[in-house]
């Protein structure tokens, strides 16, 4: 029985998912997984039996990546899933912003009493409101994974230009781009060209604060920021300094904090980008589907920390091996096979920096011993056997 520790609330589509061999409740004792969305993990104990945590959406800031790795437990999360939900929320915040529609909703609200002279007053008011429309404009996409390259493609239909930036752009994401979309030789050159510029990059220690007061300065006055991506990525007091000097018209972010709710020309929307019944069930669906067929099979994909790696089964037997990326381990481990007379029908060895993984199918059944002992071996870190 697989035991699962629910942090927050998860749809009913993805826990309708796991079968009799699975046990799931909030404060579960001594789990094997863990579902997650967006509870604070990061002073968190680790049970010794936790194998794997799946975080329902793609940001994993909540968790503690570091710690997980070195203890060979996969964390797992579900690029993708939300989206739609995400793009279509950015492409509302440009209206939004356009339109300046928020600032309408308020004053609109504002005429409650008026009675009868409602419909005069916003008529001789509504010019206080005049915007600009997308058709024509520039977007910047930073970022072209599965929001940006959605994003991309949603605003060439709507009229826009549109560029990207990604020096990391995978395969499938490229297939997936329309061939309209341009490709910015550099992320200044994007800054510098875009009337709207949305970010869809991980935050970390490269990226965090990396729009700032250089980066402002060669954008153009006016430009519209949007931020669906995480707060911190922006460098506050350099954006208020950059709404304060023209350069940014207007700033939308689904990550608000009060020193940018108090800042003028901001969009502050309460973190709604993955909030949709949709986003939160294929999240759900993703999440439960990785963990269960890590658990089961130890197979291994959407991970943030370990190497992607999945293998059909065979043989009688799979073992599955976490251990430290350093050279030998493979012959380390295969040796001790052969002097148990384990013969090996077929594995897979991935690595990912400092980590490697490794699937075996044997065929034949493994001692506990030889399990032990490759367990104590200097560099492993986690052995299943399946």
């Known amino acids: ?14 826990l309708s998912l796991f079968t009799d061999k699975y046990e799931y409740r909030a404060e579960i004792a001594d789990p094997d997984g863990i579902l997650v969305r967006s509870k604070e993990m990061k002073e968190m104990a680790l049970p010794s ?15 503690p990546i570091d710690k997980c790795s070195e203890k060979g437990i996969v964390v797992f999360n579900t690029p993708g899933a939300n989206a739609n939900g995400v793009k279509e929320l950015v492409i509302l915040g440009m209206i939004l912003a356009a339109r300046n529609v928020a600032e309408g909703l308020v004053w609109t609200k504002g005429l409650v009493g008026e009675g009868d002279k409602v419909p005069d ?11 600009t429309e997308l058709l024509g404009k520039t977007l910047g996409v930073v970022g072209l994974g ?10 060439e239909s709507l009229g826009m230009e549109v560029m990207g930036y990604d020096p990391f752009l995978s395969i499938e994401a490229a297939w997936k781009l329309s061939r309209n979309t341009r490709k910015a030789p550099s992320l200044d050159k994007l800054l510098a060209e875009s009337d709207y510029i949305s970010i869809h990059v991980p935050q970390n220690k490269d990226t965090k604060g990396f729009i700032n007061s250089d980066k402002f300065a060669i954008m153009k006055k006016g430009v519209v920021l949007l931020n669906f991506a995480r707060g911190g990525l922006v460098d506050t007091p350099s954006l208020k300094k950059a709404v ?31 909030s949709t019944e949709e ?18 099979n130890g197979n291994i ?21 976490s251990n ?21 029908a077929d594995m897979i060895n991935k690595s990912r920096g400092n980590i490697a993984y490794n699937i075996i199918d044997l065929d034949g059944n493994i001692s506990e011993d030889l399990v032990k002992k490759i367990s104590s071996a200097e560099g492993v870190l986690a052995v299943r056997v399946l």
């Not at 039996?49 to 968790?63: C, F, H, Q, T, Y």
């Open 1 to 14: 029985m697989y035991r699962i520790d629910l942090l927050n609330k998860i749809s009913e589509k993805g």
């Open 49 to 63: 039996s936790l194998k794997a945590i799946a975080r329902a959406g793609a940001g994993v800031n909540n968790i």
């Open 121 to 131: 007053l916003i008529e001789k008011g509504k010019s206080k409101f005049v915007g």
């Open 146 to 155: 599965a929001i940006g390259t959605m994003l991309a493609n949603t605003a």
């Open 244 to 274: 304060a000097d023209g350069i940014v018209g207007r700033y939308v972010t689904d990550f608000p904090d009060e020193e940018v709710i108090k800042t003028d020309k901001v969009i502050a929307i309460p973190h709604l980008g993955a």
């Open 279 to 296: 986003s939160e069930e294929n999240c759900a669906i993703m999440a439960a589907m990785e963990l269960m067929d890590f658990l089961e």
């Open 301 to 321: 994909k959407n991970s943030v920390n370990f190497p992607e790696c999945i293998l059909d089964r065979s043989g009688k037997q799979r073992i599955t091996i």
């Open 324 to 344: 430290q990326n350093t050279p030998g381990m493979i012959e380390k481990i295969t040796h001790l096979m052969a002097d148990n007379k384990l013969n090996i």
